[in-house]
């Protein structure tokens, strides 16, 4: 679970590093750090509590896009956190839709890379 953590801040910091509208506004790198770390902790919050619901009032749309809007409920689960972050005053912003669109995509690209590659078939059936 720690691991999953870890891996979900280090595609949280990717996404913060490649999309331009997602930004650390914290000046110092130990603040910087500590700011990822609460909003990974952030993100996993809220896709705990919130994304079940979104994704069981969109069943719907899920199923006739197939899947597809999952990409949306990923992007408001984003943008959700930013807001978040912004409300604690963390240092973390994502700059509109667009930007928590390419940036979720990227978290799960990345979160699925290295749950994958670091994870044994034991760990994932806990």
């Known amino acids: 679970m720690f691991l999953r953590f870890l891996f979900s801040a280090a595609a949280l910091a990717f996404a ?3 999309v331009p509208g997602i930004k650390v506004t914290a000046s110092e790198p130990q603040n910087q750090f500590l700011a990822i770390l609460a909003v990974a902790a952030i993100f996993g ?3 705990a509590l919130v994304k079940p619901l979104f994704a ?3 069943a719907p749309l899920l199923l006739i896009t197939l899947g597809l809007f999952l990409l949306v409920i990923n992007a408001l689960m984003l943008w959700l956190t930013a807001w978040v972050a912004e409300q604690l005053h963390l240092g973390w912003q994502v700059d509109g839709f667009w930007s928590a669109f390419w940036g979720a995509l ?3 690209i990345v979160s699925f890379i290295l749950n994958s590659s ?5 760990e994932v059936n806990r």
């Open 45 to 47: 919050i809220v896709n």
């Open 16 to 18: 913060t590093w490649v």
């Open 106 to 108: 990227i978290v799960s």
């Open 118 to 122: 670091f994870t044994s078939r034991s």
């Open 56 to 58: 069981f009032a969109s």
